[in-house]
Every structure is written in structure tokens, then in C-alpha cells.
T-cell receptor, first 114, second 110 residues
Framework: EPEVTQTPSHQVTQMGQEVILRCVPI?????FYWYRQILGQKVEFLVS????????KSEIFDDQFSVERPDGSNFTLKIRSTKLEDSAMYFC????????????FGPGTRLLVL | QKEVEQNSGPLSVPEGAIASLNCTYS??????FFWYRQYSGKSPELIMF????GDKEDGRFTAQLNKASQYVSLLIRDSQPSDSATYLC??????????FGTGTRLQVFP
């Protein structure tokens, strides 16, 4: 069964450093998302992406964040200058054009900012 | 502020019993409703979605939606210890994002 994949599974970085989290969505899906979950808290929407542009973003998704689809398969989230409070699980999700709201999540990247 | 509310639990049920998980939402414009299962340290796994008022059954799972009461529930029949997890209710309106509740922790004991 096709699934969303994410790399790396864990990332440790120093405050102020840039990180890039990578995702490969399900192959026939056209809508892509990033969510985050701070330890012990709820899953929060960051951004959605369709047709090579951001379709919606939350207030969390400030100028430190950016997303890109650099090729036909990868979808990336870049955090330009990480802060301690960026430590969280970051989940990529995707959905297809017929069932846009039905989002399938990847295994996540655990980001720890020291 | 659009909210999705769930009782954090834990909800403890014996093996073989029916587990009933509940969720309320604040946005009357909500159109799609999802239940995800999340094991500790893992990602949300989609188990049910429902768009229309009433019941929707899939194996041991039944989702129930009442838009007038802004209420959605998940019933798990014949609960198994492997069902022990946190169940996340998520709601979509006419936008891309899903709004998640904090989740209800379910414990099924043998």
C-alpha cells in the first residue's frame, strides 16, 4: 500500500541553524501538507501546498519557514534559523484530488533544537 | 477560534467491550470529520472519515456524526488490547487544514 515517507526520522540541531525536512508524498497525490506536534500537545497545521504554491498557511508558518517541491517526488520544509520552540515532531501529509480532505500522514521527523 | 474538543481520558475498557469516543467542534461550517489513531511516538493513522449526518461503519469501527449538535463519535466494537492508543478527532471546513483535538487515550485491558 502506498505511503508517505519522511527523512530523516530524527534531527538534532543547534539553535540558529537551518534544517530541511524531506517528504515523499503518495505518488498520485497532488495536495501536500506539513503539520507539527509539540510533545504532549495537539497536532497543528502549518501549511498546505498545491500546484507548486502555498494554498494556505497558519500563523505558526512565519518567515522562518518555507516549503518547496524541488522535483516531481520530494516536498520539503525548511526552517531557516531554528529556535528552541521549534522542537517538535513534524509530519508531512498528502491527499488526492478526489478526496482532498482525506489526508494521509508520514511517520514524522523528530526535530530537537538545542 | 475554531476548536475541537475531546476528553483526554484515559478511557479504560475491558477486552471485548465497546469503546465510545466523543468529540465536539465549534465551527458550524465544518464539512469533513476524521478519526485518527496515534500510537505513542508514532504518526496519526487515518481510520475513519465521515461527511454526512448519521452512522458510517467499517469493520469494528462506527463513526457517528450529528451536525446539529456539532458532535462526532467513534465506536470501537470488540475492543482489543492492540486498540490501546490515542484517538484524534480532526475536523475540516472549507479550507485545506485539519483542526485536531488533543486526543482521547484509550486503554483496553485483557
Amino acid at each position: 500500500e502506498p505511503e508517505v515517507t519522511q527523512t530523516p526520522s530524527h534531527q538534532v540541531t543547534q539553535m540558529g541553524q537551518e534544517v530541511i525536512l524531506r517528504c515523499v508524498p503518495i505518488s498520485n497525490h497532488l495536495y501536500f501538507y506539513w503539520y507539527r506536534q509539540i510533545l504532549g500537545q495537539k497536532v497543528e497545521f502549518l501549511v498546505s501546498f498545491y500546484n507548486n504554491e502555498i494554498s494556505e498557511k497558519s500563523e505558526i508558518f512565519d518567515d522562518q519557514f518555507s516549503v518547496e517541491r524541488p522535483d516531481g517526488s520530494n516536498f520539503t520544509l525548511k526552517i531557516r534559523s531554528t529556535k528552541l520552540e521549534d522542537s517538535a515532531m513534524y509530519f508531512c501529509a498528502s491527499s488526492d484530488i478526489r478526496n482532498r480532505g482525506t489526508q494521509y500522514f508520514g511517520p514524522g521527523t523528530r526535530l530537537l533544537v538545542l | 477560534q475554531k476548536e475541537v474538543e475531546q476528553n483526554s481520558g484515559p478511557l479504560s475498557v475491558p477486552e471485548g467491550a465497546i469503546a465510545s469516543l466523543n468529540c465536539t467542534y465549534s465551527d458550524r461550517g465544518s464539512q469533513s470529520f476524521f478519526w485518527y489513531r496515534q500510537y505513542s511516538g508514532k504518526s496519526p493513522e487515518l481510520i475513519m472519515f465521515i461527511y454526512s449526518n448519521g452512522d458510517k461503519e467499517d469493520g469494528r469501527f462506527t463513526a457517528q456524526l450529528n451536525k446539529a449538535s456539532q458532535y462526532v463519535s467513534l465506536l470501537i466494537r470488540d475492543s482489543q488490547p492492540s486498540d490501546s492508543a490515542t484517538y484524534l478527532c480532526a475536523v475540516g471546513a472549507n479550507t485545506d487544514k485539519l483542526i485536531f483535538g488533543t486526543g482521547t487515550r484509550l486503554q483496553v485491558f485483557p
